[in-house]
């Protein structure tokens, strides 16, 4: 990982990844900006946005210093932009924002409080309010994701079997230990195997209060129904693909513990519980095999009457 912690770096950056956000980041900018914590730098990496974000981005650069803003010559893909604004980053401390979510002024300092009480902790996140286009909560969500176990694969097992929306993608974290990751893979529901990844480091710290407001609305990557859909937003060289989900999931899992620094029985304690996994998804990974073998056939068929 290129990026190395600066002595001169602010404590906590911030990096915001967005592409085409016009209509919600200038409310995600002044939420951030009115954090009590003022120590902080926020990284914006426009994904080659063809709407007003520029714009926005460079006004809000000229009345705050701490805002940084970067555009990419071509869309490179949500997965890609997400790292970007990391690897851009020099501080202790790094925090996602999507360009439509926002915070509650205190959410900065309590996470720091926290990671600077338990050193032993690679990610503190809060509880999460869903809200909608018109900032209306719609539900408030417990991810429960308190994890600090001694014991890595009961971390690991609990992370895999609590997961939910992931919403502690958006928790801050030590910037040290995220660098040991690979970060967000090009694929959809890369950022579970990434929190699973994270969790081999650390504990996870969940402060229950819900300081997190994160936005569902039409034009979300949320709202994108097919699978051939999430996989152009992650990686739109990737689209067309035939892409099995458990599988994939499970994979890099298996590579996520093999490069961890693990000492030899919790790495052979991670691995039972992945090979446990596999036992209780062999269902869904049957029928994505027998889906993508289909596919894969008529694909070959097409391409066959197209030759003749």
């Given at each position: ?15 915001v ?23 902080f ?11 007003n974000?520029?714009?926005i ?36 401390y ?43 909560i ?44 690979k ?17 081999l ?38 689209r ?46 049957l ?22």
């Amino acid at each position: 990982m290129p990026n190395l912690i600066c002595p001169s770096a602010p404590p906590i950056c911030i990096g915001v990844p967005v592409y085409n956000g016009e209509k919600f980041i200038g409310l995600t900018l002044d939420s951030l900006l009115a954090q009590t914590y003022p120590n902080f730098e926020i990284i914006i990496s426009d994904n080659a946005s063809s709407d007003n974000t520029e714009a926005i981005c460079k006004e809000y650069m000229k009345k705050d210093k701490r805002i940084k803003y970067y555009r990419n010559e071509i869309n490179l893909g949500a997965a890609k932009n997400f790292n970007r604004v990391f690897e851009l980053s020099r501080s202790k401390y790094f925090r996602w924002n999507s360009a439509d979510d926002i915070c509650s002024p205190n959410l900065l300092e309590k996470c720091k409080n926290m990671l600077d009480t338990y050193p032993d902790a690679a990610l503190c996140s809060v509880n999460t309010c869903i809200i909608d286009e018109r900032n209306k909560i719609v539900k408030f969500y417990e991810d429960d994701l308190n994890l600090q176990h001694q014991q890595v694969w009961k971390r690991f097992l609990l992370l895999n079997l609590k997961l939910g929306l992931c919403n502690a993608q958006f928790g801050l974290m030590r910037s040290d230990v995220l660098r040991k990751t690979k970060l967000e893979g090009n694929y959809p529901g890369s950022d579970m195997v990434f929190l699973a990844e994270m969790i081999l480091y650390g504990k996870f710290i969940q402060i229950p209060e819900f300081l997190f407001f994160r936005r569902f609305h039409a034009s979300a990557f949320s709202s994108l129904a097919s699978e051939e859909q999430q996989q152009a937003y992650w990686d739109p060289m990737t689209r067309g693909k035939i892409f099995l989900r458990t599988w994939k999931h499970l994979f890099e899992n298996f590579r996520s513990v093999k490069r961890a620094p693990l000492k030899f029985l919790d790495k052979l304690s991670v691995f039972k519980v992945l090979m446990q996994l596999v036992v209780w998804y062999r269902k869904k990974m049957l029928q994505e095999l027998v889906w993508g073998t289909q596919v894969f056939l008529k694909r070959l068929s097409f391409k066959n009457c197209m030759i003749c």
